[in-house]
């Protein structure tokens, strides 16, 4: 009975296999399957095709090619120096500007007023006052020995305060 069995499922596989085959031949049927020898190598095919590049593209292509990225060069650098020679205009007028407006010529100067400011304040805090005592507590207004804080933001900064009202 186990000999049966074996030769049965045998036969079906067997079956199985020739109705698969077949199938794939029918598919097949309108498909080439041999193979075809390509007439040229792939090194051929790659010297011929930099051979037309090369006629296409000479050096007179190479020339026009350069040329062209010359001038487009000296265009931007004469852009360049218009720039430039613009941007000393603008930086002369702002200066005069600034003389005339009766601002600080630079940040720096500006900044030098504030720190020498906020030292001053920070003398007379710790007491190195004419009086030798310490303050503590801020004088608006002013006081034999000390100058009130608004007082010294008038005299520091006072220009500036006059021109932006």
């Known amino acids: 009975m186990a000999k049966k069995k074996k030769t049965e499922e045998d036969t079906i596989v067997k079956d199985k296999d020739a109705i698969a085959r077949e199938r794939v031949e029918q598919l097949l049927s309108d498909v080439p399957t041999t193979l075809t020898k390509s007439k040229s190598n792939d090194s051929e095919e790659s010297e011929d095709a930099l051979e037309s590049l ?4 000479s050096n007179g292509w190479l020339e026009s090619q350069l040329s062209a990225l010359n001038e487009r060069n000296e265009a ?5 120096h218009d720039a430039k020679e613009s941007f000393k205009k603008l930086s002369a007028d702002f200066s005069e ?4 407006a009766g601002l ?3 940040d720096s100067e500006l900044q030098v007023k504030i ?4 030292k001053k ?5 710790k007491g190195e006052n004419p009086e030798k005592t310490k303050y503590t507590s801020i004088k608006f207004t ?10 010294e933001f008038l005299k520091s ?3 500036i305060l006059k021109k932006k009202k």
Not at 76 to 80: G, N, S, V
Not at 121 to 125: A, I, K, L, P, S
Not at 146 to 151: F, H, Q, S, T
Request: no cysteine.
């Open 54 to 57: 090369e006629k296409t593209k």
């Open 76 to 80: 931007l650098e004469a852009e360049l």
């Open 97 to 100: 500007y600034r003389k005339k």
């Open 104 to 106: 600080p010529q630079t």
């Open 115 to 118: 720190v020498s400011l906020f």
């Open 121 to 125: 304040f920070e003398r007379q805090y």
């Open 142 to 151: 002013n006081h034999p020995n000390n100058n009130g804080v608004l007082d």
């Open 157 to 159: 900064f006072g220009d």
